[in-house]
């Protein structure tokens, strides 16, 4: 009886066969997968031809451009070279186009588009699944059942309750005042917000601001989040002029671009409130921060509620004065926020109206 035994060398040389093979298969779909984003890119560059773009790297794209919180910055010179759109390549193969012309805007927030899952995830953990999040059918019903709880004759009983938390906040500014020294408004107005919200959504009883003294180290604390201002959808671009594209592409609604946009906005840099008044010809591209369309925010009307409240008993009271010397240096993240806190001086109104009986 005869007994084959395999040489240690002929055993070495299947394994390097195998591995030779292995190494031949992954190296062959490494290949199919560049083809495919090679292909993909060159399908998004013949679609988004009509939205010219500054040269991006063919790999890295245009994120190192918005680097180091200059990110505002660059939507501003963006708007003056492209003022309607512009592409803004994440990396090789993954494009969002911004928009801050007032007309394709309004094509997209006419349309019911899901929002893109992946630029908003990161928020789920945070506030659960509610209405920014969801979609489709479930979103509409929540919507419906909930939009009766902010009619205006429901919000007008709250009133009193933004008053008293309004008060709260003056008061302590007017403690302050004999510390001769900016007065940072940031944190008292968002203790007062959240003073306002805790009393008219789940009755609380107590004060936000007396219970919780605001702490000067939270001053332009870095939330981190999307671009502020902006709004994100997943869409295909159909507007007036230009082709659909045919597939999906994310559209980033860009509120700030379209604040600064000289083609909107003549003279941008001058007060001039008459702009917006109704019936002049930027009337209708004002859009305020609750964005526009069927998906618009639910809570806009309590909102500017509580903003008339706070702006007519605070200028009932105090003079209010920028502080030169520290000039808000504003910041992209949830909200368009102050890097460096907004810093205010006070000046106590000679002889001040009574504001207790004025709302």
Same mark, same amino acid.
């Given at each position: 009886m005869s007994v084959s035994v395999l040489s240690p060398s002929r055993r070495l040389g299947g394994v390097s066969g195998i591995l030779q093979v292995t190494s031949l298969l992954i190296l062959l779909l490494l290949l199919i997968k560049a083809a495919q984003l090679y292909l993909h890119r060159q399908w998004l560059l013949k679609a988004l031809q009509q939205f010219p773009c500054p040269p991006s790297h063919w790999l890295f794209g245009h994120i190192q451009e918005f680097q180091h919180d200059q990110e505002l910055q660059r939507i501003q010179e963006r708007v003056k070279t492209?003022?309607?759109?512009?592409?803004?390549?994440?990396?090789?193969?993954?494009?969002?186009?911004?928009?801050?012309?007032?007309?394709?805007?309004?094509?997209?927030?006419?349309?019911?588009?899901?929002?893109?899952?992946?630029?908003?995830?990161?928020?789920?953990?945070?506030?659960?699944?509610?209405?920014?999040?969801?979609?489709?059918q479930t979103w509409f019903q929540h919507r419906r059942m909930l939009t009766p709880a902010f009619h205006n004759d429901i919000l007008k009983p709250y009133v009193g309750?933004?008053?008293?938390?309004?008060?709260?906040?003056?008061?302590?500014?007017?403690?302050?005042? !004999?510390?001769?020294?900016?007065?940072?408004? +940031?944190?008292?107005? $968002?203790?007062?917000?959240?003073?306002? &919200?805790? #009393?008219?959504?789940?009755?609380?009883?107590?004060?936000?601001?007396?219970?919780?003294?605001?702490?000067?180290?939270?001053?332009?604390?870095?939330?981190?989040?999307?671009?502020?201002?902006?709004?994100?959808?997943?869409?295909?671009?159909g507007f007036s002029g230009h082709p659909p594209l045919g597939q999906s592409i994310m559209v980033l609604l860009s509120i700030y671009g379209l604040h600064h946009n000289p083609k909107v906005w003549p003279n941008l840099e001058v007060f001039d409130p008459s702009r917006f008044a109704? !019936?002049?010809?930027?009337?209708?591209?004002? +859009?305020?921060?609750? $964005?526009?369309?069927?998906?618009?925010? &639910?809570? #806009?009307q309590f909102a500017m509620n509580q903003l008339?409240?706070?702006?007519?008993?605070?200028?009932?009271?105090?003079?209010?004065?920028?502080?030169?010397?520290?000039?808000?240096?504003?910041?992209?993240?949830?909200?368009?926020?102050?890097?460096?806190?907004?810093?205010?001086?006070?000046?106590?109104?000679?002889?001040?109206?009574?504001d207790k009986d004025q709302l």
């Amino acid at each position: 009886m005869s007994v084959s035994v395999l040489s240690p060398s002929r055993r070495l040389g299947g394994v390097s066969g195998i591995l030779q093979v292995t190494s031949l298969l992954i190296l062959l779909l490494l290949l199919i997968k560049a083809a495919q984003l090679y292909l993909h890119r060159q399908w998004l560059l013949k679609a988004l031809q009509q939205f010219p773009c500054p040269p991006s790297h063919w790999l890295f794209g245009h994120i190192q451009e918005f680097q180091h919180d200059q990110e505002l910055q660059r939507i501003q010179e963006r708007v003056k070279t492209f003022p309607s759109a512009c592409p803004y390549w994440i990396w090789g193969g993954k494009v969002r186009v911004q928009l801050y012309d007032p007309d394709y805007m309004k094509v997209i927030l006419g349309r019911s588009d899901p929002k893109s899952h992946g630029s908003y995830k990161f928020l789920a953990p945070r506030i659960g699944y509610g209405l920014l999040l969801l979609n489709g059918q479930t979103w509409f019903q929540h919507r419906r059942m909930l939009t009766p709880a902010f009619h205006n004759d429901i919000l007008k009983p709250y009133v009193g309750l933004m008053a008293d938390s309004v008060r709260v906040m003056l008061d302590k500014w007017e403690e302050l005042l !004999g510390q001769d020294s900016p007065l940072e408004v +940031f944190q008292h107005v $968002s203790l007062m917000t959240l003073d306002t &919200i805790m #009393k008219s959504a789940f009755s609380h009883q107590g004060s936000i601001q007396v219970d919780r003294p605001s702490d000067p180290t939270e001053e332009g604390s870095t939330t981190e989040g999307g671009g502020a201002g902006e709004d994100q959808e997943e869409e295909a671009l159909g507007f007036s002029g230009h082709p659909p594209l045919g597939q999906s592409i994310m559209v980033l609604l860009s509120i700030y671009g379209l604040h600064h946009n000289p083609k909107v906005w003549p003279n941008l840099e001058v007060f001039d409130p008459s702009r917006f008044a109704p !019936g002049s010809a930027q009337h209708s591209h004002a +859009f305020l921060p609750f $964005s526009g369309g069927s998906r618009n925010c &639910i809570g #806009k009307q309590f909102a500017m509620n509580q903003l008339k409240v706070a702006r007519a008993l605070t200028l009932l009271r105090f003079e209010l004065l920028p502080d030169p010397t520290r000039i808000p240096i504003p910041m992209a993240r949830l909200v368009l926020k102050s890097k460096n806190g907004i810093h205010l001086r006070l000046r106590r109104l000679p002889n001040p109206c009574e504001d207790k009986d004025q709302l």
